[in-house]
């Protein structure tokens, strides 16, 4: 029981009475603008500071516009990124696919050549000729290969002596060309 007394003393005692008028109701015997307060025409200072509204007004949307362009602007250059990126990815996937094509059309031949290389000099002389402008060709370097005629009739009265199939023997035909 004491407790319920002592939770009546902790309720907070009810806010006083107020009393509020319509702005709108001017025909009251106390009206709350008088007549002249409710039409009235703004005077110079008044329409000053209304015009200075207006052009601070303007200055935020013109803010707003310049902070919408620069986002905007922002916007296209991480596009712009974004685009580049992928298409050098695009690219640079492209580049190793090719590359990796061009390989398995060259290494068997090389690994035939360093087989016998060890054994006779002259296919060492044709290898250390070749290789060079086979691992150009792999890295997309070159379509082609000129080689003077005295070099093209050497590698190629040497090269049909080694067993290799005809795709990799026409390879080299169409690879090397006789200047």
């Avoid at 296209?76 to 685009?83: H, S, V």
């Avoid at 690219?91 to 016998?116: A, T, W």
Wanted: proline share 3%.
């Amino acid at each position: 029981m004491d407790m319920d007394m002592d939770m009546d003393n902790n309720i907070r005692k009810p806010d006083p009475v107020k009393k509020e008028r319509l702005i709108d109701n001017i025909w009251t015997e106390e009206p709350f603008y008088s007549l002249h307060e409710y039409s009235y025409m703004p005077t110079t200072q008044e329409n000053h500071s209304s015009s200075s509204i207006l052009t601070s007004a303007q200055a935020t949307e013109d803010i707003k516009n310049s902070q919408w362009t620069e986002v905007l602007q922002k916007s296209m250059e991480e596009y712009e990124a974004m685009e580049k990126i992928e298409i050098e990815t695009v690219f640079l996937e492209s580049f190793l696919i090719e590359k990796s094509n061009r390989l398995q059309k060259v290494e068997p031949i090389l690994q035939k050549l360093k087989r016998i290389m060890g054994y006779d000099s002259v296919i060492k002389q044709i290898y250390e000729i070749i290789q060079p402008l086979l691992d150009s060709y792999c890295n997309q370097y070159c379509i082609h290969s000129e080689l003077d005629s005295d070099t093209y009739h050497f590698v190629f009265k040497h090269i049909r002596n080694i067993r290799m199939t005809s795709e990799e023997f026409n390879f080299l035909e169409s690879f090397f060309i006789c200047a």
